[in-house]
Each structure stands twice: as C-alpha cells, then as structure tokens.
C-alpha cells in the first residue's frame, strides 16, 4: 500500500492531506484496503454511496448501459435522462431539471437562474444574492463566491460579485442584507461541511415569506442533505415549505458523477433558455441510468424507513457518548447526517478510528460526522459506538 501512496504523491496535485491508506474494494457497508484490511464506512465517500458498495442491482444497471450507449450529447434526447428527470419531479416535487456532473456545477447553475431570472424582470445587471456564513457550496469560482468560509475563498478573489453574507437561523441577519437588488437567498437545509447545522423551522418559513412577498427566489442545496439522508427525500420537505430553485448531486447518482438544479414551472418558464446554460456530459446516458436505478431502489429497498429508524438510533446513540465524555460538547443532525462537537481538533481521533477499522470524516476542525450508507444497520451502529469510545477514552486522557 505504501508504494502507491508514494507514487500517488509524485503525480497527483497535492490539493488533499489524505489519510494513508488505498481503498480497494467495498462490500455493503465495509470498505477493504489493498492489503486487505476491513473497514466499517461511515463516510460512505462523503454522503455519495448511499445503497452501501457492491449493490449488485445498480452494478448491473450500469453494466447494461454502459453495453448500450454511454453519451450521446445534449444536441439529442436519450432516454435515460427522461426517464431519470420524470423520477426526479416525482422526489422533489420541482418541475424543471437540468443534469450537471457535480455538486458545484448545480450550484453554478442555481445562481445563472436566478441572476437571468431578476434580468428578464428589470433590464439591470447589478442583482445581489444572499448566502450564509459556514456555508459551504463547492470550489468552482461561482460555487465558491457563495460560500461562507473566507479562508476558502481569499486566495481566489476576486469572487464574482454582489454576494452578501448572512447567519443561518438569523432571521433578522437576512433581513439586514435584503435590498432592491436582492434575487436570491441561497443555503444549505442542513448545513454540511460548515458544521452539522439544520436551518430552523421558523427560519425557513420566514425566508419563504420574505422571498415571496419580494419575488426574490429560495434557494436550497440539497446536495449532502438531500436524497433521503435526514429520512425524506429532500430535507426540506420535512419543514412544509417549498424553494423555488434547488441543487442536487451526491448520492444522486450512487457514486457516477452526477448533480442536477431543479426549479419550479414559474422559474423555469421565466430564467434560463436556449443557449443560456449547458455541459458537454451533464445528463448523459450512464449517469441518468445510474440516477434511474438509484432512485427505483430507495423505493425498492425502502431506504427512508430505515434512515428514520436507525437514524433515531444513532441518534441516541451519539447522544449517550456526548453524556459521557466531557471533550464532547453536543450533538447535531438529523437521520444519518449527525455530528458530535468536540472540545479539540478531531484530527487525531480519526487516525485512531481508522487504526481500529472505522472510517469517520470531520466537518470543520473539531466536529466528528457521520455520513454512513442509508442502508446501515443498527448492529452498525453499535460496532461504530464501541469503536468511538475506545478511541475518544485514549484522547481523553491526553493533553489538548
Ligand atoms: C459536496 C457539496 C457541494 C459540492 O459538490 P461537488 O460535487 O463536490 O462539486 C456543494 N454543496 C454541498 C452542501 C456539498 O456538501
């Protein structure tokens, strides 16, 4: 294993501090490195592989497409992306779809709308959006101008412009930044990398009065919360309002590179149009194949049943380790997106996890997430809890 790290690091750009070890293969919710060692995956490579690996339905999908035809171009219709757009409505309830082949580029999509959308209402080319603090929406240079993290941002000014920042679940914060040339108000329904946060009901529903008392259009990326992960399909549809526009992408696709924007009949007949937006590979046959069979198996597998059941476990259990560790400071989340803050840098203690065979990822500095396949079990989640107090008992003991 160790010949390829070092060979990894002579050609590939150092832009990851990556743990040391290479994945090889995976099996359910295990994952083996090359020289065979197993690992209980509760990343799941950042809330993507939801159907857990080695899922022979969806393996079997991809294989027929892939003998078939795997891109045509948007120039044609395919029937993949049909197919995979109808099933998409159907989740989300939006109307209009438009496939990507990232996270990112959803959201790179998202803000092209709603810039066209305030254009065609008044000529001018000054429309400001609204994001949040700790958001944290991908690293192209539009997704990054919309995320509240300044220490990502600050190499690559200058950003695009007329973005403003606001606190989520600050209602009054919003309201601060609103002006006449306000299109869009954009954020995450949890907030993913920023930390484990879920907006507030009453936040949500004031934004949603705010934004349609002033036509200005609601935003959510719904791409690490989105596809079941808090136990509905969207996150937001736990709150009983709707957005206007809305990214997806992570486990859309179960692993095949594929995002999408979505938004409502009204924006869609009055934002983007011909020639305005479009990617060489976004919706091509093998990723809306992919998106097709993953959505046919959540229903199939009744995955949201078993997020809202173990993840009510993990819940319980995360919260009896809070209890009773002082270093950690609280739990946050909803389903099977939660984190634990701690008191310290989590660095050390993910070293430790994988040591043990676990596999844990952070959210900022010094939150624990977790991110398993939708399709854990609660046996798992007792094998990840015994791991986790092993390895909090031995940082707890040392110095911070
Ligand atoms: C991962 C993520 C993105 C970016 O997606 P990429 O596919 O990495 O470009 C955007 N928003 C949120 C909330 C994410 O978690």
């Not at 990343?43 to 690996?53: M, R």
């Not at 999509?109 to 609204?130: C, M, N, P, Q, V």
């Not at 009773?324 to 989590?346: A, H, I, M, P, T």
Request: charged share 25%; glycine share 10%; hydrophobic share 40%.
């Amino acid at each position: 294993m160790q010949s390829y790290i070092d060979e990894a690091e002579k050609v590939l750009l150092h832009t990851y501090n990556r743990y040391q070890v290479v994945f090889d293969k995976g099996e359910g919710v295990y994952l083996y490195d090359m020289d065979g060692k197993k690992y209980l995956d509760f990343v799941s490579g950042i809330a993507v592989f939801a159907l857990g690996y080695h899922n022979e339905a969806y393996n079997e999908a991809l294989k027929s497409q892939i003998d078939k035809i795997i891109h045509t171009s948007n120039y044609y219709y395919n029937a993949p992306a049909i197919e995979a757009a109808k099933k998409i409505k159907e989740i989300s309830g939006m109307d209009r779809v438009f496939f990507t082949n990232s996270g990112a580029e959803a959201i790179e999509g998202a803000i092209k709308t709603a810039r066209k959308y305030a254009y065609l209402k008044d000529g001018s080319t000054d429309h400001e959006i609204i994001a949040m603090n700790h958001s944290f929406h991908g690293r192209t240079m539009g997704a990054l101008s919309v995320t509240g993290n300044p220490h990502y941002r600050e190499p690559f000014e200058p950003m695009i412009g007329n973005i403003r920042f606001a606190d989520l679940n600050d209602f009054d914060s919003v309201m601060a930044q609103v002006t006449d040339k306000t299109c869009a108000i954009l954020f995450e329904t949890v907030q993913g990398e920023g930390g484990i946060y879920p907006a507030a009901e009453e936040f949500m529903r004031r934004v949603r009065t705010l934004c349609d008392e002033r036509d200005i259009l609601m935003m959510l990326d719904e791409i690490q919360c989105g596809m079941g992960r808090t136990g509905s399909m969207y996150a937001w549809q736990r709150y009983g309002v709707k957005p206007d526009v809305m990214a997806t992408a992570k486990a859309l696709g179960c692993g095949v590179p594929v995002g999408a924007f979505l938004m409502t009949e009204k924006v869609g007949a009055a934002s983007l149009a011909a020639g305005d937006h479009g990617t060489t590979y976004g919706g091509n046959p093998l990723a809306c194949a992919a998106v097709c069979k993953v959505i046919d198996l959540f229903e199939k597998q009744d995955v949201l049943a078993n997020v809202n059941r173990v993840g009510a476990y993990l819940e319980k259990r995360l919260d009896e380790i809070a209890e009773e560790f002082s270093c950690v400071l609280e739990r946050r989340g909803v389903g099977l997106l939660q984190g634990l803050q701690f008191d310290r840098s989590v660095g050390g203690l993910i070293k430790r996890a994988m040591e043990k065979g676990l596999v844990l990822i952070n959210a900022g500095s010094d939150i624990l997430r977790f991110v398993p396949p939708l399709i854990i079990e609660e046996k798992h989640v007792d094998d990840m809890i015994e791991i986790l107090r092993k390895c909090i008992a031995e940082i707890e003991g040392e110095r911070q």
